[in-house]
Structures are given as structure tokens and as C-alpha cells.
């Protein structure tokens, strides 16, 4: 085994109707040279104004509390997570089930957050049915949750709408996103004929969310740090 080619797994993109997308998994590895009979999550990550040493075990909890929701309602033995320093340095960082860390978020994640663990654990059709702005919000209430415990911070409501903002812009950019933001203002500032464009524009922005997610980050250090860590192939 090399360096190389154990941080470079198989990463699968899963098609729309894949109920795993309900939780913004970014891909699942479908093959790994240090894990060759096993399947994982890949979550690409970027980190700005802050270096890897800044957080014990090198990545920021937020990041290992989805990780491990992820790990935890999905029941799969490992992640890796591609971080992106500053826009330039690429590290990546794995993480397996029973690692003490994780093992603390799963008790985590099912004490102060049973709702979101009783969703992931229902499983497929739960997922597959849930709305996904809906699972969405799920998850970054526990991370929010998680940054509380692990004393860091809880997130502030301003920083989870900041989340989910990049996290829309990384899958919608250009004039098609400026539209769908620009119909969204529109309809907030006005009457129930707005309201109903309010609606279209959020039923927009999840469909396109949905039907972006495969080839969710192009163009952006999302992509960039996953062409350097991941091979890629469509389920």
C-alpha cells in the first residue's frame, strides 16, 4: 500500500432517488485500499482562517459530529474527510466507527438529538420520503447540539444560516441561482400572491439541490480537494 493510493478511494455519486441524499452525504466510498470489504462516507470539507492544529485531532468537531450522525443512522464502518486549509493545503482525515471520539457523538446523537437518530435509524423510506431542506435542518441542529457539548461554542442561529447559505451556493452558482435568491427576496417582501412565489422559489431551490447533488461542488475548493483525494464513478 502506498501513500497515494490509500488516500485515493472510490467514490461513488449516488443517483436523485438514492435516500442517502436525504442526508447531504457528499458520496460514499465504494472501494478502499485500506478498507477493500467495506463501504464509506467521503465528505469534503474547507476550513477558512483557521490551520489544522487549531483543533485537537486536526478537524473541527462540527465535522466530526456530522460524520458521525452520518456513520451512526447509516451504520457504516468509516469516513474520510477531505479538508481544505485556507484554500491550499489538502489534508485528509478518517474516521472509524469505533473510534472513542465517535463512540461519544453516536451516545451524543441519540440522548440530545433522539429525533434526528430515530429519522436516520427508520431507515430508507424515512429518508427517501423526508423533505430534503428538511433533513438538512435536522443535522445542523445537531451539530449546533454537538458544538454546545464539546464546548466550542454552540453555533448561533446567524452561523447555521450561514452553513446552509454556502452550502446552497456551492451547488447553485451562477445567473440560475441569482434567479431563484432574486424571486425568493422578492416574494418575502410581499402579499399572498408573493407567498406563493415564495413557495415556487423554495421548491426550486430544493430540486435543484437534489438534482445537482451528484455533481453537487464543481467548480468550487469543494471539487478541488476532491480531485485530489478521490476517484470518481456514477452508481
Given amino acids: 500500500k502506498t501513500f497515494r493510493m490509500i488516500e485515493k478511494p472510490e467514490v461513488t455519486f449516488l443517483p436523485e432517488s438514492h435516500p442517502y441524499l436525504a442526508l447531504n452525504v457528499d458520496g460514499i466510498i465504494s472501494y478502499d485500499h485500506e478498507y477493500p470489504e467495506e463501504t464509506g462516507v467521503a465528505e469534503a470539507k474547507k476550513i477558512a482562517g483557521y490551520v489544522m492544529s487549531s483543533y485537537q485531532g486536526g478537524c473541527p468537531p462540527s465535522y466530526i459530529a456530522q460524520v458521525s450522525a452520518y456513520l451512526t443512522g447509516l451504520k457504516l464502518p468509516f469516513a474520510r474527510i477531505a479538508l481544505l486549509e485556507d484554500g491550499v493545503r489538502l489534508h485528509v482525515r478518517t474516521l472509524e466507527a469505533g473510534m472513542d471520539e465517535i463512540k461519544y457523538m453516536q451516545e451524543k446523537i441519540e440522548s440530545v438529538c433522539p429525533r434526528f437518530y430515530q429519522a436516520v435509524l427508520d431507515g430508507k423510506q424515512v429518508l427517501a420520503a423526508a423533505p430534503k431542506e428538511q433533513a438538512s435542518s435536522m443535522l445542523l441542529e445537531v451539530i449546533a447540539e454537538y458544538s454546545d457539548i464539546l464546548k466550542v461554542g454552540s453555533l448561533s442561529k446567524d452561523a447555521l444560516d450561514a452553513l446552509a447559505q454556502e ?26 400572491k408573493a407567498a406563493d412565489k415564495e413557495a415556487k422559489a423554495k421548491n426550486e431551490i430544493i430540486e435543484l439541490l437534489i438534482k445537482n447533488n451528484a455533481a453537487a461542488v464543481e467548480g468550487t475548493c469543494y471539487r478541488a480537494a476532491y480531485n485530489k483525494r478521490f476517484t470518481f464513478k456514477n452508481l
Fill in 167 to 192: 452550502k446552497r451556493g456551492a451547488v447553485l452558482k451562477g445567473a440560475e441561482y441569482d434567479a431563484i435568491l432574486s424571486a425568493y427576496a422578492e416574494a418575502e417582501n410581499s402579499n399572498k
